[in-house]
């Protein structure tokens, strides 16, 4: 089930919600307001600390250990604290960040005063309730309660983060809050309102850029709490919540944007926060987390029948989220900053899983099913084992041991086994054969080229210029990718990346501060403001082409490559902000089954500097017994590292036991590098430990000189592959039909597969193909003399309203077709019309025979 906004919006008070929303109760009704609120709050409780059959079950002691480990060290941190503290060396009133500790601190003591089965001294003990509840009085007194001296900092703690934890405690100690300081819940929701700034009169404001997707679900499920524990008020105050969480369940249109919101998810699959930042692995699992939560505390009452959403729910997971992990890693193309992050795409995926978990006890036949069998497939091929003591509910504990337990449950993907995914609306794609996945990261006008922000991702500035990345099945991701990736490879030698030779600085090497700070300025810079974000968090590229074709398990991508918001607008700058220029290459990936062929044209730089375009690069752990070896074009064979006119080259990693070949199909002298790379995480995070990594890197590299023509260079990446099987392609089945700014194009003889992108206005020739315009194009015959041909058709520029092809040779007719495609047999072939009228990138397919 697909909610589009404006079907949702259109009718906010009508029929539409009414499915989800019930009317409220009659005011006489108040003892079923009152059970329906003591059963939110109750079922909160059980969320987070637990039932009594949750708490008995042996699997849920690692989970229970934990929160009693927490809640003593705080405490203990208490006991410790000197004069004027609260914890221990934690200092308030001058940094948001530590307030927002103290309070998720007082959180983790409530949390084991409320688990049934935590030792005596904690659980039930009114003593240690009321030290939490006096700790809140004291915050809320000394450094909370004074709007004037508030709002210091990172609004995302004053609007988010400390609300949950207040709201959250406030929950746990409901009873004791109310015998012992019955006043102090009003006086907090208060405050709580009057620090939501960015909303409207202490409630949430849809027009608001900070009160959308994974925020605006943070910010709804505190509002919802809130209103359960308020006798007066409180129904209202969770049903606006509701009704204003209930946006993030609607497909974003963004033809017809609601309060010009693009942040959520679309209908191919992709989720966008901050406007324009790829985000499916960092606040889209959050969103997924939240609203997953939201359906379990409203479960029974009578607020909402979340049941009706599962299904919307259900979509995000196979769709937008199952594509992107690949053995239990969540890829690096959708985190934003979090890739600089200590924390795992293992640890990204376990949140996932606990959501899932959590909705399959939602969802009701087939659904249930699938993701039932989808979390015994990610714990089957992930090579780290998932620690469910790390969830944050002890029930999604049980219920995980349970799906592992159930012989009933078969392990399955919900992706097939070959599958290519065009997330179009935010310039990625995802590639998937048994035996690895392929993601790429592209960017435009549209999507952000990356994102910095709060000291994280310090060198972010090509990953979305065309950088790649290639997981091998059977590998444990932390040694290929991963925070280390970003510490010990260059940032102009990324894979994939086509970059200027120079040297860059970071923001805080830029500026002395996280951030550019001018708010004199006309564009006014402060930590927060539209042109930081426009500029220096998450600069958008300046090109509209990007995007790409799919057609069955096969895929095409294309890009051309820009400098950033920034240089473009460089006139409009302050003097002393720094622009930097970008490289120029025109590049399309054209994703088989067995190779990823890339071309690349117009390789260069209008200002003449020297440029290079990274092949590949790859790390292992120093130890790891690691090979090069290779062929030259003229036969003989090659050991590297070194510069040298290649054919092919393979990289074998034997501790890993994995192989990547490397086809260079036209392709100037290559050179290959293998060098011991030592840096701290910390040249990535300023918040990251000072932990110094080694890495053996390995470096496939393509160098420009300075002051060269623009150049072109076409390669294929061959995962898993034994020398014979590179050998075999001196005359192999892939073939450069074209390489230049206006078309690109490859064929496969042996799948029977031609595909092709083109760039700019005019027609285009290639192999029995003409193309008019700028798309993207993928031709697939089958059977004896291609009896059966399939096409599909993408428009990458997402601004054409028809593209048109002819495909050359008999007349063929019309198999199947999607509505939008019109053929006609006319001289010379049969034409192919696709209406691509705001289809946002999607891909149009028609089958034709003879």
Same mark, same amino acid.
């Given at each position: ?95 948001? *960040?530590?307030? &927002?500790?103290?309070? =998720? ?32 009085? =004291? ?23 400390? !609300?949950?934890?207040?709201?959250? %405690? ?111 692995? !960092? ?164 999507? !952000? ?68 700070? &001018? ?68 590049? !399309? ?22 440029? %290079? ?44 036991? %994995? ?13 290959? %590098? ?7 995480? =910390? ?108 096409? *599909? ?58």
């Amino acid at each position: 089930m697909e909610i589009t906004r404006r079907r949702l919006l259109s009718a906010l008070s009508a029929a539409g919600l009414l499915a989800v929303i019930p009317v409220g109760h009659a005011d006489a009704d108040v003892a079923r307001v009152a059970a329906d609120r003591a059963r939110l709050l109750a079922n909160t409780v059980a969320v987070f600390a637990g039932t009594e059959a949750s708490n008995a079950r042996p699997e849920a002691a690692a989970k229970l250990a934990a929160i009693e480990r927490t809640a003593r060290t705080n405490l203990k941190s208490m006991d410790d604290a000197a004069e004027g503290e609260l914890f221990a060396g934690l200092v308030l009133g001058t940094d948001e *960040a530590n307030l &927002n500790t103290a309070y =998720r601190r007082l959180y983790e003591i409530a949390l084991a005063t409320r688990a049934p089965r935590a030792p005596s001294d904690l659980y039930g003990n009114t003593a240690v309730q009321r030290r939490v509840i006096d700790g809140l009085v =004291r915050l809320h007194e000394r450094y909370y309660g004074d709007q004037s001296k508030g709002y210091y900092g990172n609004w995302f703690h004053w609007e988010i983060g400390i !609300s949950q934890h207040i709201s959250r %405690t406030l929950v746990l100690l409901a009873d004791e809050v109310r015998a012992y300081r019955p006043e102090l819940t009003r006086t907090y929701v208060a405050s709580m309102d009057a620090y939501l700034r960015n909303g409207t009169d202490g409630d949430v404001d849809l027009d608001s850029r900070f009160h959308t997707g994974a925020n605006l679900a943070d910010i709804t499920t505190n509002r919802i709490l809130q209103g359960a524990l308020l006798d007066d008020g409180g129904e209202a105050r969770i049903r606006k919540a509701l009704t204003d969480q209930l946006t993030v369940f609607v497909t974003i249109d963004p033809y017809h944007l609601d309060h010009g919101v693009t942040d959520g998810h679309y209908a191919d699959g992709s989720f966008i926060q901050h406007a324009s930042v790829a985000y499916t692995g !960092s606040y889209g699992k959050g969103l997924l987390t939240r609203v997953v939560q939201t359906l379990k505390i409203l479960d029974g009452t009578g607020f909402a029948h979340g049941e009706e959403l599962v299904p919307t729910v259900y979509g995000w997971v196979r769709n937008g989220f199952a594509p992107l992990i690949f053995e239990g890693w969540m890829m690096e193309i959708v985190k934003g900053r979090a890739v600089s992050r200590t924390d795992s795409g293992y640890t990204d995926v376990a949140v996932v899983v606990e959501a899932v978990v959590d909705l399959s006890s939602l969802a009701t036949g087939a659904g249930a099913t699938a993701l039932k069998s989808y979390v015994k497939h990610i714990r089957a091929t992930s090579r780290a084992a998932l620690d469910p003591a790390r969830f944050v509910s002890p029930v999604s504990v049980v219920r995980y041991a349970d799906i592992v337990a159930d012989a009933a449950v078969e392990p399955a993907d919900l992706n097939p086994a070959a599958r290519s995914v065009a997330f179009n609306a935010m310039d990625k794609t995802v590639h998937r054969r048994p035996g690895y996945a392929f993601a790429l990261a592209r960017s435009s006008e549209r999507i !952000s080229k990356y994102e910095y922000m709060s000291g994280e991702n310090l060198m972010p500035w090509f990953q979305g210029d065309g950088a790649y990345y290639l997981y091998l099945s059977g590998q444990d991701q932390t040694q290929a990718y991963g925070v280390d990736y970003y510490t010990t490879v260059s940032p102009y030698g990324l894979a994939g990346v086509t970059a200027p030779v120079e040297q860059r600085r970071t923001v805080p090497e830029l500026y002395g501060k996280p951030f550019y700070d &001018n708010p004199g300025h006309p564009l006014h810079f402060t930590s927060s403001s539209q042109a930081q974000n426009k500029y220096v968090y998450f600069p958008r590229g300046t090109n509209r082409h990007s995007g790409g074709a799919v057609l069955g398990a096969y895929g095409a991508a294309c890009a051309v490559q820009s400098s950033d918001a920034a240089y473009h607008d460089r006139r409009l700058l302050p003097d002393d902000f720094v622009v930097y220029r970008n490289a120029t290459a025109t590049k !399309s990936w054209f994703l088989l089954d067995d190779e990823i062929v890339v071309l690349a044209a117009d390789v260069g730089d209008d200002a003449g500097r020297a440029v %290079t375009t990274t092949v590949d690069a790859r790390t292992a752990a120093p130890g790891d017994r690691t090979s090069l070896t290779g062929m030259l074009r003229d036969g003989r064979p090659w050991t590297g590292p070194g510069t040298a006119d290649l054919r092919w080259l393979r990289y074998a990693n034997a501790t890993q036991g %994995t192989s990547v070949g490397y086809l260079f199909l036209d392709t100037p002298r290559v050179r290959v %590098t293998q060098d011991l790379v030592t840096r701290s995480r =910390r040249v990535v995070r300023t918040a990251n430990p000072d932990t110094a990594v080694t890495r053996s890197v390995l470096g496939v590299t393509v160098d420009g000189a300075a002051g060269a023509r623009p150049g072109r260079l076409a390669y294929a990446l061959v995962p898993n592959a034994g020398e014979a099987q590179l050998r075999a392609h001196r005359h192999g089945p892939v073939q450069v039909l074209a390489n230049s700014p206006r078309l690109q194009a490859v064929t496969h003889t042996g799948l029977g597969l031609t595909a092709a992108n083109t760039f700019m206005p005019g027609r285009h020739e290639t192999a029995g193909l003409r193309v008019d315009g700028p798309a993207s194009v993928i031709v697939h015959r089958r059977g004896r003399r291609g009896a059966t041909t399939s096409v *599909a058709v993408s428009d990458p520029t997402m601004a054409r309203g028809t593209v048109t092809l002819l495909l050359r040779g008999r007349r063929l007719r019309e198999v199947t077709a999607d509505p939008e495609v019109r053929v006609s047999r006319v001289p010379g072939g049969t034409r192919v019309e696709v209406n691509t009228h705001h289809a946002y990138g999607r891909s149009f397919t028609v089958t034709l025979a003879g």
